[in-house]
Nanobody, 118 residues
Framework: QVQLVESGGGLVQPGGSLNLSCAASGTIDNIATMGWYRQAPGKQRDWVALITKGGWTDHAESVKGRFTISRDNANNIIYLQMNILKPEDTAIYYC????????????WGQGTQVTVSS
């Protein structure tokens, strides 16, 4: 099992910044990728960004140039630096850890609320 704990959400004005963190613990040796998803009220959960064990990253088009995912391998933490926030970024942000072998398993954190409003 893998446990994921997010932190860093909150209320911010448009144009502001937030930095989310996700600490992973448990059986993490088989985790291939970690990432962030978000879910706005009444909408499906959407992928935001991912990072591999080797540090390769990818970001959704809607956040490219504004959000940056990174990781601290020594402490099993990933981050999501969010800049130039917009009201449409308002959502619950979930940390994800994906195991591919020996079987595909997705682990999720409890989520952290991000609200962008003036």
């Amino acid at each position: 099992q893998v446990q994921l704990v997010e932190s860093g959400g909150g209320l911010v004005q448009p144009g502001g910044s937030l930095n989310l963190s996700c600490a992973a613990s448990g059986t993490i040796d088989n985790i291939a990728t970690m990432g962030w998803y978000r879910q706005a009220p009444g909408k499906q959960r959407d992928w935001v960004a991912l990072i591999t064990k080797g540090g390769w990253t990818d970001h959704a088009e809607s956040v490219k140039g504004r959000f940056t995912i990174s990781r601290d391998n020594a402490n099993n933490i990933i981050y999501l630096q969010m800049n130039i926030l917009k009201p449409e970024d308002t959502a619950i942000y979930y940390c994800n850890a994906r195991q591919l072998m020996p079987s595909l398993i997705n682990f999720w954190g409890q989520g952290t609320q991000v609200t962008v409003s003036s």
